[in-house]
């Protein structure tokens, strides 16, 4: 593995604020992202922000602030941009502790809308084969299934299509998975990579068998005849116990489907990764002391953007930084 990484490009960098989870547009000029003050106060509150211009960064609020029934909902996370249609599927609670739902918005910010019965959805993510005429879908981190969480389609006027994508796997030992963090690739469903760990009790030396993003692998879906089957991204992880050089979460889909960008911790702090899916290489991107994480690809496929600590800050914050990959594809 190289220690030569690339350049980081930051398009924020105020230590009065952390900026989390960054989502790029079509065109590759625009992004969108979690804003909260730093330190945080008693009772932060987390609002999206927009950059229109990467050439001269300005990040201005997202949403309009207001009261009543059209009104956005105070708290504001995890940004998803529709390539296809430019709309932006993103969480919505009335607090940063109260229950989340799916929302959905124009690229402009206009007409945000809750989507129905998705009280409990996490981190929505397109379905990237939008059909004209067909209601979009999506796919969402979902606490109304079992295992709890696992990962549901939706469509956009809320409907439930399918409670539980995530399968058994098929290795040995056999057993359902827990599910969480989707990204969708760019054939659409049921190309669904997804951070999740094994329904079995004492995994990483838990007294429980319940969910922890912080012992995920990164899982890869197949579908035949209906039935979902999960399998992990890099095969020779254990389903029998734990293992921390396995480690990853966050995954994001290359334009073209040959690689994941994921975070893991498995070399000390979160850094960005990427694995290339033919040959199963693994390729460092940052330095796991800046704590990169939630990276997604540009369309080019050839840049990530990503939310990263500002280098010299102490109290060590967090900003918004773009980097060029194509060396290292």
């Given at each position: 593995?190289?220690?030569?990484?690339?350049?980081?490009?930051?398009?924020?960098?105020?230590?009065?604020?952390?900026?989390?989870?960054p989502a790029v547009n079509a065109d590759g000029d625009?992004?969108?992202?979690?804003?909260?003050?730093?330190?945080?106060?008693?009772?932060?509150?987390?609002?999206?922000?927009?950059?229109?211009?990467?050439?001269?960064?300005?990040?201005?609020?997202?949403?309009?602030?207001?009261?009543?029934?059209?009104?956005?909902?105070?708290?504001?996370?995890?940004?998803?941009?529709?390539?296809?249609?430019?709309?932006?599927?993103?969480?919505?609670?009335?607090?940063?502790?109260?229950?989340?739902?799916?929302?959905?918005?124009?690229?402009?910010?206009?007409?945000?809308?809750?989507?129905?019965?998705?009280?409990?959805?996490?981190?929505?993510?397109?379905?990237?084969?939008?059909?004209?005429?067909?209601?979009?879908?999506?796919?969402?981190?979902?606490?109304?299934?079992?295992?709890?969480?696992?990962?549901?389609?939706?469509?956009?006027?809320?409907?439930?299509?399918?409670?539980?994508?995530?399968?058994?796997?098929?290795?040995?030992?056999?057993?359902?998975?827990?599910?969480?963090?989707?990204?969708?690739?760019?054939?659409?469903?049921?190309?669904?990579?997804?951070?999740?760990?094994?329904?079995?009790?004492g995994w990483a030396g838990s007294s429980s068998n319940?969910?922890?993003?912080?012992?995920?692998?990164?899982?890869?879906?197949?579908?035949?005849?209906?039935?979902?089957?999960?399998?992990?991204?890099?095969?020779?992880?254990?389903?029998?116990?734990?293992?921390?050089?396995?480690?990853?979460?966050?995954?994001?889909?290359?334009?073209?489907?040959?690689?994941?960008?994921?975070?893991?911790?498995?070399?000390?702090?979160?850094?960005?990764?990427?694995?290339?899916?033919?040959?199963?290489?693994?390729?460092?991107?940052?330095?796991?002391?800046?704590?990169?994480?939630?990276?997604?690809?540009?369309?080019?496929?050839?840049?990530?953007?990503?939310?990263?600590?500002?280098?010299?800050?102490?109290?060590?914050?967090?900003?918004?930084?773009w980097v060029d990959i194509s060396g290292l594809l």
């Open positions: 593995m190289s220690d030569s990484l690339p350049l980081l490009h930051y398009l924020t960098s105020d230590a009065n604020f952390t900026d989390y989870r625009a992004v969108i992202f979690e804003r909260t003050p730093f330190p945080q106060p008693a009772n932060p509150l987390t609002v999206l922000y927009a950059i229109a211009d990467f050439n001269s960064p300005n990040p201005e609020p997202f949403l309009s602030q207001g009261t009543g029934p059209d009104a956005p909902p105070p708290s504001q996370t995890r940004p998803d941009w529709c390539w296809k249609t430019g709309q932006l599927l993103f969480n919505g609670a009335r607090t940063n502790k109260s229950p989340l739902s799916v929302w959905q918005v124009g690229a402009d910010g206009s007409a945000p809308t809750r989507v129905s019965n998705t009280t409990g959805g996490c981190y929505p993510t397109w379905d990237r084969n939008i059909t004209p005429g067909v209601p979009a879908m999506f796919v969402t981190e979902y606490g109304g299934s079992k295992p709890d969480p696992c990962n549901a389609i939706f469509d956009v006027d809320g409907n439930l299509k399918a409670a539980n994508i995530d399968g058994a796997d098929l290795a040995t030992p056999p057993a359902s998975v827990f599910g969480g963090m989707p990204t969708v690739g760019p054939n659409g469903l049921p190309q669904v990579a997804f951070a999740g760990q094994p329904v079995v009790k319940k969910y922890d993003q912080n012992y995920n692998y990164i899982f890869l879906n197949t579908e035949s005849n209906g039935v979902f089957t999960s399998a992990p991204m890099e095969s020779e992880a254990s389903l029998a116990s734990y293992d921390k050089s396995y480690q990853g979460r966050a995954p994001a889909w290359s334009p073209d489907g040959a690689t994941i960008a994921f975070e893991s911790n498995r070399n000390g702090g979160f850094a960005i990764y990427l694995c290339n899916l033919a040959s199963g290489t693994i390729t460092r991107v940052t330095d796991p002391a800046l704590g990169a994480q939630h990276a997604k690809f540009f369309p080019d496929g050839r840049k990530l953007i990503m939310c990263i600590n500002h280098p010299n800050s102490d109290p060590p914050s967090m900003g918004i930084a």
